[in-house]
């Protein structure tokens, strides 16, 4: 079946600019990771969603950076009046449910902020 | 939280050779443990997963072993072949969260 898909697969944006990352999860899967991966690191966590309950937002380096859920799909990473610390690869994974189950990543979007 | 440290941070090794990557973890807490394998410019894959209740899996050419007591565990790939070559991510999950490490670069030179 269909993987996790994001789009779009490159940003390219100005500074100060806002922009908005897409995620499309598997179909039924309940839980929802966004990650950071900047050039040659590991994957810092930003937002977890689960089902209706409220994201867990612990990771969300500033408040220029949020997410939204809708209809327990499809998943929007905003980041406002980007700046060039931004620019790194946004990963999205989903899972069939919380806690131990395999989390299946997407192919990432790569941001570059100018 | 949980801290999850990954050695080494870069592994060369000849084709047909074998290769290690070991991780430790500190929370005593953590249930499950899986490895990915990171492509240039693709998302991690799952090459592997082992949960706390066993201390050994295999599938082909890879392994890994977990030790709760020490809280440390290790990937093992016998008969590298070139296109092994890639990152590779430890985690641990503790509290329905997956802490990674720092992430292995490994090349296989043929």
């Known amino acids: 079946g269909a993987g996790v898909s994001q789009s779009p697969s490159n940003k390219v944006t100005e500074k100060g600019k806002d922009v908005e990352l897409r995620c499309d999860p598997i179909?039924?899967?309940?839980?929802l990771y966004w990650y950071r991966q900047s050039l040659g690191q590991g994957l810092e966590f930003l937002i977890y969603?689960?089902?209706?309950?409220?994201?867990?937002k612990s990771g969300l380096p500033s408040d220029r950076f949020s997410a939204e859920r809708t209809g327990g799909s499809v998943s929007t990473l905003t980041i406002q009046r980007t700046q060039q610390e931004d620019s790194a690869v946004y990963l999205c994974?989903?899972?069939?449910?919380?806690?131990?189950?395999?989390?299946?990543f997407g192919p990432g979007t790569r941001l570059t902020v100018l | 939280g949980e801290n999850v440290e990954q050695h080494p941070s870069t592994l060369s090794v000849q084709e047909g050779d074998s290769a290690v990557i070991k991780c430790t973890y500190s929370?005593?807490?953590?249930?499950?443990f899986p490895w990915y394998k990171q492509e240039l410019g693709k998302g991690p894959q799952l090459i592997i997963d082992?949960?706390?209740?066993?201390g050994e899996k295999k599938d082909q050419r890879i392994a890994v072993t977990l030790n709760k007591t020490a809280k440390h565990f290790s990937l093992h790939i016998t008969e590298t072949q070139p296109e092994d070559s890639a990152v590779y991510f430890c985690?641990?999950?503790?509290?329905?969260?997956?802490?990674f490490g720092g992430g292995t670069r490994l090349m296989v030179k043929p």
């Open positions: 994974a989903s899972s069939p449910s919380r806690g131990r189950d395999t989390q299946y």
């Open positions: 969603f689960q089902g209706n309950s409220a994201p867990d």
């Open positions: 082992i949960r706390s209740n066993v």
């Open positions: 985690a641990a999950s503790t509290d329905n969260m997956l802490t």
């Open positions: 929370d005593s807490a953590s249930n499950y």
């Open positions: 179909s039924g899967h309940t839980a």
